[in-house]
């Protein structure tokens, strides 16, 4: 009796907090600290660069689904006089046989999605992202497969579809280059076009996204004068809305 009260009061909840200790560590880390998980949520943290000439870019990660809220804040994060570089692959080809959508994961969690609830009524919207016709044949039929559990949900037909796919060497690498990598150099290569047109960016792309930008803009002269966090998906009972920002814990740093 003693061993079991032991592992049921004692051990159990110290090896559950050690795994979500070491969760809060990796997320961190590999995010290059835009990602932090606290008992109170997941929180998102967004970084301003400035430049010497005056010229500063807004990093704000993004999510697929969150709290309303967090896209109402992101949504105000935009000034008039900013540039804001949009992420979001086309298909001019229609090359992927499914539309993806997280409204279903959304419905479920009881929170928003980003396609539906995240509107920028402010700045110059500009498409920088690259197209479905840019990636691997891999990579599409890899999409293709993801994307009938998105439409259709996981049944045994669809189910049979994916045991039975057996990608070619070196597919992982295929995968992590067209979905990470060349979109990021796309983004930067708008970026660095479009820089003479304002000295305000804003750039609301995916959390995985964001190491690499945040790397390659400082090796153009930006650092990092101010961050804020933001509640992307709160844990536990939600809260009524106090309005916007209002919700937002800030902490500013120079660098």
């Given at each position: 009796c003693a061993f079991l009260l032991l592992n049921v009061f004692a051990l159990l909840p110290a090896f559950v907090v050690y795994l979500a200790l070491c969760a809060s560590l990796a997320l961190g880390h590999f995010s290059d600290g835009f990602l932090a998980l606290?008992?109170?949520?997941?929180?998102?943290?967004?970084?301003?660069?400035?430049?010497d000439d005056g010229k500063t870019i807004l990093l704000f990660p993004m999510s697929h689904i969150a709290e309303a809220e967090f896209y109402e804040a992101a949504s105000q994060s935009v000034t008039t006089n900013s540039i804001v570089l949009l992420e979001g692959v086309a298909d001019s080809r229609n090359l992927l046989?499914?539309?993806?959508?997280?409204?279903?994961a959304a419905k479920s969690l009881g929170l928003a999605e980003?396609?539906?609830d995240?509107?920028?009524?402010?700045?110059?919207?500009?498409?920088?992202d690259v197209d479905v016709q840019d990636f691997s044949s891999t990579t599409i039929d890899i999409l293709n497969l993801v994307t009938l559990v998105h439409s259709k949900g996981l049944n045994s037909s669809d189910l049979l579809r994916f045991l039975q796919y057996s990608p070619p060497p070196g597919a992982e690498q295929l995968l992590f280059a067209d979905l990470l990598v060349k979109r990021n150099e796309h983004l930067l290569k708008e970026l660095h076009k479009r820089l003479p047109e304002s000295d305000n960016f804003v750039i609301p792309w995916g959390a995985a996204h964001m190491p690499g930008i945040a790397e390659e803009i400082q090796k153009s002269g930006f650092h990092v004068v101010e961050s804020r966090e933001y509640v992307s998906i709160r844990f536990g009972a939600k809260k009524h809305k106090t309005g916007g920002a209002g919700k937002i814990r800030d902490s500013e740093h120079s660098k």
């Open positions: 606290r008992p109170s949520g997941l929180i998102l943290r967004s970084r301003k660069y400035a430049r046989t499914n539309r993806i959508s997280y409204q279903r980003q396609h539906d995240f509107n920028i009524p402010r700045g110059k919207l500009v498409r920088a």
